[in-house]
């Protein structure tokens, strides 16, 4: 594979946390010049394809895949489609880790669903469900997440202590939560079913 392609599936696979030049090169094995030379062919090869929707973000050091400007109107038609009404079962899976584990980053959330949760979040941020929750005292600073108040409103909770309570395996911060993220979709479900307001 290319250093252009390795960094490219990087890029897409973290989402909107994005990644900085040290950790791409990191990850690669690259110099950090060649990881600048090669963002910056990627970015060329996104502008001169009008075919392609995607271009390059960078805030500081950290770069981002993004949506070009061009494509909002169409994004924003499928976020308020009927298609787009109900949550697949990815979404409310992570929801559900979410609500109980919060704040939580996407890589605590990908650790205890054994898969990568981007475009998930992505999604969930775009519907406001949850939100921002500040950043996480580590190396690399990832963003922490939490339920929104519109979260309890399309849910038809009062409040977070409305959900029941997980099982022992799951309770939060405990060594056993990661091993099945089913616990936290099974305990959010019930609670759907009881208010009957299921999405």
Same mark, same amino acid.
């Given at each position: 594979m290319t250093p252009l392609a390795q960094i490219e599936s990087l890029l897409f696979v973290s989402g909107d946390e994005g990644m900085t030049v040290a950790d791409l090169a990191t990850v690669t094995g690259l110099m950090k010049p060649a990881v600048l030379a090669t963002l910056e062919r990627l970015?060329?090869?996104?502008?001169? /394809?009008? /075919?392609?929707? !995607?271009? !390059?973000? @960078?805030n500081d050091t950290t770069y981002r895949l993004v949506?070009?400007?061009?494509?909002?109107e169409v994004v924003q038609r499928y976020f308020e489609s009927p298609l787009s009404t109900t949550l697949s079962p990815a979404s409310l899976e992570?929801?559900?880790?979410?609500?109980? $584990?919060?704040?939580?980053? $996407? =890589?605590e959330?990908?650790? =205890? $669903?054994?898969?990568?949760?981007?475009?998930?979040?992505?999604? !969930? @941020? !775009?519907r406001r469900l949850i939100e921002a929750a500040g950043r996480l005292d580590e190396p690399g600073r990832p963003?922490?997440?939490r339920t929104s108040a519109y979260f309890l409103d399309y849910f038809g909770l009062q409040q977070l202590s409305d959900l029941p309570p997980l099982p022992d395996a799951a309770v939060p911060n405990s060594e056993d939560a990661a091993? /099945?993220?089913?616990?936290?979709?099974?305990?959010?479900n019930q609670q759907l079913?009881?208010?009957? /307001?299921e999405p």
């Open positions: 970015a060329q090869k996104y502008a001169a /394809d009008a /075919d392609c929707a !995607l271009e !390059l973000m @960078v949506t070009k400007e061009a494509a909002s992570v929801l559900a880790i979410i609500a109980y $584990r919060q704040p939580i980053t $996407r =890589i959330v990908d650790e =205890i $669903r054994g898969v990568q949760s981007a475009s998930t979040f992505q999604k !969930l @941020v !775009l963003k922490l997440y091993d /099945d993220g089913d616990l936290f979709l099974q305990a959010f079913n009881q208010s009957g /307001d």
